[in-house]
């Protein structure tokens, strides 16, 4: 349940970086720095990957999981 809702949260951590992202270059275009959209594209290409990292964690599931070194197998 826990990892359903990191993944929701991070599909609105993209929503918000992306709407971010939009102010940054409406705000570039007219007149401010360029280092506003480059921390703008930062923070978008962060809450992405942490999305794409929350849905393959969604994905894999608990029992995809390897072993840790010295434990023993179950049969």
């Known amino acids: 349940m826990t990892h359903r809702v990191s993944a ?5 951590g993209v929503l918000a970086g ?3 992202l939009l102010l940054t270059v409406r705000e570039y275009r ?3 720095s360029v280092l506003w959209v ?3 594209v930062a923070i978008f290409l962060s809450t992405a990957y942490t999305l794409v990292r929350d849905v393959r964690r969604l994905r894999t599931g608990p029992s995809a999981r390897a072993p840790r070194r010295g434990t023993p197998l179950q049969p």
């Open 38 to 40: 480059l921390a703008g």
């Open 18 to 20: 992306v709407m971010l």
């Open 30 to 32: 007219s007149g401010a």
């Open 8 to 12: 929701l949260i991070s599909a609105f």
